[in-house]
T-cell receptor, first 110, second 115 residues
């Protein structure tokens, strides 16, 4: 049970913004939202995480809905190197095993 | 600071042989996780270890699979008497601590092929 729902695939044109949605309607008040991405033939890499407020870092922005039932990972200008599978994960406090689900496969079109 | 290292990167075994996969976590990290990824699927959690202790092995098959993380040296995932269904990419990750703020750093994976 991945506890999050994402579209299987999305396409974006190069240098356009990309909005990757994630539904987590059963999220609890203390669960964080983490995003990872996996480039072809590589291990996953951390992208960003947040709790309630929108978050920005050098890789992306994370917009979290006011009711926290959904969030959106925003890549401001997609490049070919951003083509990857993006995973949205709920993360509770303390130790928990991480369930990745199948993620969203992002294709970037030159 | 070197990232998580895994070796070998590719491993070919015949049915019935043993496979040993190694993972060296990032310096200072004492939490190690192993995942398996079948083609076109997401990562499936297998086991979580701290130094010398298995904390959660709920994702690991009860037979033929074992994992360790000794006081000195890398973490080892061992698969005995491999079968074709064991062919997959095995990823190791490490973290500094557990909890909501602690990201996991992943290695490049070991791709196991069972002939």
């Amino acid at each position: 049970d991945a506890k999050t729902t994402q579209p299987n695939s999305m396409e974006s044109n190069e240098e356009e913004p990309v909005h990757l949605p994630c539904n987590h309607s059963t999220i609890s008040g203390t669960d964080y939202i983490h995003w990872y991405r996996q480039l072809p033939s590589q291990g996953p890499e951390y992208v960003i995480h947040g709790l309630t407020s929108n978050v920005n870092n050098r890789m992306a922005s994370l917009a979290i809905a006011e009711d926290r039932k959904s969030s959106t990972l925003i890549l401001h200008r997609a490049t070919l190197r951003d083509a990857a599978v993006y995973y949205c994960i709920r993360y509770s406090g303390g130790y928990q095993k991480v369930t990745f689900g199948t993620g969203t496969k992002l294709q970037v079109i030159p | 600071n070197a990232g998580v290292m895994q070796n070998p990167r590719h491993l070919v075994r015949r049915r019935g042989q043993e496979a040993r996969l190694r993972c060296s976590p990032m310096k200072g990290h004492s939490h190690v996780y192993w995942y398996r990824q079948l083609p076109e699927e997401g990562l499936k959690f297998m086991v979580y270890l701290q130094k010398e202790n298995i904390i959660d092995e709920s994702g690991m098959p009860k037979e033929r699979f074992s994992a360790e993380f000794p006081k000195e040296g890398p973490s080892i995932l061992r698969i005995q008497q491999v079968v074709r269904g064991d062919s997959a990419a095995y990823f190791c990750a490490s973290s500094l601590d557990t909890g909501s703020h602690n990201e996991q750093f992943f290695g490049p994976g070991t791709r196991l092929t069972v002939l």
